[in-house]
């Protein structure tokens, strides 16, 4: 089933009053004042979309007091004054998607959907700036996304395609945990749950805590609707399918050579290309139509030759690197090339685990840089990091069980984050148990609210 992503956009238009006393009754005379537009509905090719029963709080030290908006179900676009100044907006329980086909006949049916942002959004009026921000939620219900009102609209989507990222990493660690990845490496438990079938990493003993931490993102429910049916629905799929690929036997993988690793001069190239934070989302591509630049250098390539001990007789795959794609198939985006004896693998630099001996080393914490993971396959981009890019500095106390439980001060790398525009955060230390740093990932998001 396609996964989506809606973005409802508050499309913050600040503009002066022309004269006279601004229609919000708490703002005095002469205050400069803006609009706030909350679009409420959409279409995508010829399906209709729309938010119901919604009532939104809007509060700031500009208001003498809240603001309750309760849009009429049928209105596209409720539009409110208010004075310049800083604002929080807070979607109340209650809320329902409604979706409406072309068929004929067809009416507007409720549709399963998550908030996945953080509610209150917060905002601020500005004097002649368009300032976005967005209350996004997944849903399993077609590819769309409410665009941002009467300015710059546009669609959104996320499937399980975003996951690629983490499945990449999981599948890299596992080939270098093991020597080889098999459709047996993991199962789905009788809870839904992607589980590893290995006990230890014979190769490297380092990979184990990886794999458990991304292993640790299908139990982040409230931001991640969609991990269980996104990796171990996915994995349970390819198993099942796996029988009729003709492969009887996988082949053994090591890495020949890493082709791209993210080093200072790396990032330094990179820091120039970043865009200026705060930005509006531009999408995908720049203004000439190709890839946005600084996605490509962040990908540490690997090269990994893959052969069999001893070639298995009737194999319907021919080569060991068509092989080895196959038996790698329960990890969407790992393999990017396979050919003859070769396999090219590329997964993004928050995902990396490399830590450093002091932030003068670490090339992430540059002046200027930050992961753009807002921007990795569209937006909203991805969210999750690993760990160590929240704390990347060898010996520090994140890495002791004991010391993190106590929540000892880390050295956070920059992240972008997407709320209608990317912005800038400190990735956050996340852990399902401060005690066992196999639970803990990177998080970019704002603060969470008190």
């Known amino acids: 089933m396609s996964k989506q992503l809606l973005g409802v956009a508050l499309a913050l238009l600040a503009m002066c009053a022309c004269s006279g006393t601004p229609s919000d009754q708490n703002a005095g005379d002469g205050d400069v004042s803006g609009t706030v537009s909350l679009p409420l509905t959409s279409v995508v090719g010829s399906v209709n979309y729309r938010l119901t029963k919604a009532q939104f709080t809007i509060s700031g030290t500009p208001l003498a ?4 908006i309760k849009p009429a179900p049928d209105l596209a676009i409720d539009t409110e004054t208010l004075p310049v100044g800083h604002y929080s907006a807070l979607l109340a329980d209650g809320w329902v998607l409604e979706r409406k086909g072309a068929e004929a006949g067809a009416v507007f049916k409720a549709v399963p959907a998550t908030l996945v942002t953080p509610n209150p959004t917060v ?24 665009g941002q009102g009467n300015v710059n609209v546009r669609i959104g989507v996320q499937d399980c ?31 839904g749950i ?16 990886p794999i458990d931490s991304l292993l640790s993102l299908q139990f982040r429910t409230a ?4 991990a269980k049916e996104c990796m171990a629905g996915s994995y349970a799929q390819f198993q099942a399918s796996f029988a009729q690929s003709g492969v009887t036997q996988c082949p053994v993988w090591k890495k020949s050579r890493t082709v791209n690793p993210i080093t200072v001069e790396v990032v330094d190239r990179v820091i120039p290309l970043l865009p200026q934070l705060p930005a509006e989302d531009n999408g995908q591509f720049d203004a000439t139509g190709a890839p946005l630049p600084f996605l490509a250098p962040l990908k540490q390539d690997s090269i990994y030759t893959v052969s069999f001990n001893t070639q298995p007789p009737g194999q319907k795959c021919d080569t060991p690197a068509a092989c080895a794609a196959l038996c790698a198939g329960g990890f969407p985006g790992f393999v990017l090339a ?8 590329d997964p993004p630099a928050w995902l990396l685990d490399t830590s450093y001996p002091s932030s003068t080393t670490d090339p992430f914490l540059r002046p200027g840089y930050y992961h753009p993971m807002s921007y990795y396959g569209g937006a909203p981009g991805t969210v999750f990091a690993d760990a160590t890019r929240a704390c990347p500095i060898q010996g520090s106390s994140a890495f002791n069980t004991a010391a993190a439980a106590q929540g000892a001060p880390c050295t956070p790398e920059t992240c972008s984050y997407f709320s209608g525009i990317h912005v800038k955060y400190p990735l956050q230390l996340d852990c399902l148990d401060d005690t066992d740093f196999s639970t803990c990932v990177g998080y970019c998001a704002p603060p969470a609210i008190p």
Do not use: H, M
Not at 223 to 226: A, I
Not at 338 to 345: D, R, Y
């Open 223 to 226: 931001r991640l609707p969609f």
């Open 194 to 209: 992607l589980k590893r079938n290995f006990n230890s990493c014979p190769l490297d003993p380092t990979r184990l805590r």
């Open 161 to 191: 395609t975003s996951f690629n990222a983490y499945e990449s990493a999981l599948a890299t660690d596992t080939v270098d945990c093991l020597g080889t990845i098999t459709p047996d490496s993991f199962t789905v438990n009788t809870d």
């Open 123 to 146: 905002f601020d009026i500005k004097l002649g700036q368009t300032v976005n921000a967005w209350f996004i939620f997944e849903t399993g219900e077609g590819d769309v996304g409410l």
């Open 338 to 345: 396979a050919a003859g004896t070769s396999v090219l693998t």
């Open 65 to 68: 007091t809240p603001r309750v």
